[in-house]
C-alpha cells in the first residue's frame, strides 16, 4: 500500500481522505440524531441519495460506472424506487443507464437464449454497506463520548436490525449498556405514546384531541424495522 493509499478510500468512483471520512461520519450521526426516524437509517439514507444524485449528475456517461452498473443489471428495487422518487433531474441519466441495460440484456438474449444472471450487487446497496461499516466503526469508538450520548438520547433509538448490527459490534459490556440504557428509556416512552394514541381512540376521550402521541404508532412500525 502506497502512502497516499494508507489515508484515502474510493467510494463509489470517489476518492475521500480518510480523517475527512472518519469527521464526517462522526458529525452526521450527531446531526441524524436531531431528526426523524433511526439515526442510522438516516445516515445510510441520506448517503443513498448523495450517490444517487453524484451518479445522475456526473457519472452516467462514465466508463467505470457503466460497467458497474452492467454487472448488477441495474439497480435493486429499493434503490430503483428512490431514483425514479427522491432524486432530482434523474429521468435523462436513468434513459441512458436502462437503455444501455436493454441494449446489453437483448445482445445476451439473442447470444443465449436468456438472461444472464447480475455478477455484483446494486451499486447502491454497496455503497450502503460501506456506509453502515463507518458508523457502525465510529459508534464502537465514540458511543461513551458525551456528545454522542446526548445526541442519541434526543433521538427516536435505533431501528431493531440496526440495534441488533450495534450490539453485535460493540465489544464491551460498558459500551453496549450505554447505547441500551438510552434504546430502553427510547423505547419506554414510545410505550407510553403508543398507549394514549390507544386510549384516545377510545370514544369517550376522542374529544381530548390528539397531541404528540398522534403518529407514535409511525415511529413503533419504523422502529421495528428488520434486516
Ligand atoms: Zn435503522
Ligand atoms: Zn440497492
Redesign the pocket.
Known sequence: MDSESKHTCILGGVQYDWAMITTATYDLFLEACRLEGCPICRVEHDADLRYLDRLFYGLVNDYNTRVRVRASLG??G??ARMAMDEIQGKALGLTIIYDDLLRVALEHINNNGNLRKNEKK?P??ENRDEMNGRVLSELSKYITDAPILAAFRTSQGLCFGHLRQALEHLRSAEKRKAILTIQCDIMQELRGELAEFIRKNDYRFAGEGFGAEKDSWKRAVRMGKQW
Open positions: 439497480f435493486c429499493e434503490h446494486c447502491a446497496c
